[in-house]
């Protein structure tokens, strides 16, 4: 891979967390308090269906199975827990409780993608979650039992989403699109009968909470993750773990702009210990080759004769 084809993957890549970074302003400032399911299905389902009714195309084979567990981890379960988290701790916090998830994607990369860690490896890690720290935490940082569970458990699906998309791949003649929708419409799919049991009807909707969840379904969903599982494809499942930094590096910004908040010189600190753990875990040579598609047998489709 190309140095200049990493570095546009990588930024890329990077838009995505970028964006979900937003969505820490838009729960508080947009959304009804108190339905952390509703907001989770109104961003996920919708944007999925769209996606469907463009692309045609429905799984085959094992990937029904596939999509199913990949929809659950990536969306379903991964959305309840970041609102959940976002409801019940400040956006900082949530942001570094979720910072553990590049240790728990070298954990199982080494079981399910055979890859072994190495030193310079953990030392990112620990360097991205200190930067986190330094970011966002305030002396005044409330702290919530339900939300640090909720956000280890986010943190946990997306982890485990992120080393199992990058271990199946993608079928073969499946567009990015498809594959997106999929995981949209299961991840919010298997969440409208829990939200209906535990939260009620949702109530009736003010012209903010529209705004609010079309931007996250249209923006932060449909978009950014079509963008995020063409850089899974495409990057090393570490390296795009390690992207996600770009959401507290986004949340701490949108909020010295729009809620009038701090930016100290630590935060500065913070944000530059960030950025480079992400330069210490990026590739220093070409990359392996994307991997190859998968057919709807659930194997690998066979190379291009050359």
Known sequence: MKKHTLMFDSLLTALAPAIWGSTYLITTELLPPGRPLLAAVLRALPAGLILLAIGRK??????????????????????????VAAYH??????????????????????????????????????????????????????????????????ATCMAAGIVL????????????????????????????????????MPPALTGANWLGFAYLGIVGALFAYMVWFRGIQRLPALTVSFLSFASPLMAALLGFVFLGQSFSLTQMLGAGAVIAAVVIVQPRRPAAPPLRAVAPNGRLAKAPAK
């Open 58 to 83: 429905l799984p085959a084979g094992a990937w029904w199975w596939r999509a199913l567990v990949l929809g659950v981890l990536n969306i379903g379960a991964f959305f309840y827990f970041l609102f």
């Open 165 to 200: 998309t990058k271990r199946w791949g993608r079928p073969e003649g499946v567009s990015v699109l498809n594959f997106t929708g999929w995981q949209l419409v299961v991840g919010g799919a298997v969440l409208v009968p829990v939200a209906v049991l535990t939260e009620g």
């Open 89 to 154: 701790l400040p956006g900082g916090v949530a942001a570094l409780v979720m910072s553990i998830q590049p240790m728990i994607v070298l954990l199982l990369g080494l079981g399910l993608l055979g890859e072994r860690i190495r030193p310079a490896q953990v030392l990112a890690c620990l360097v991205g979650a200190l930067g986190i720290g330094l970011l966002v935490l305030k002396p005044a940082a409330r702290l919530d039992g339900i939300g640090i569970l909720a956000g280890l458990a986010g």
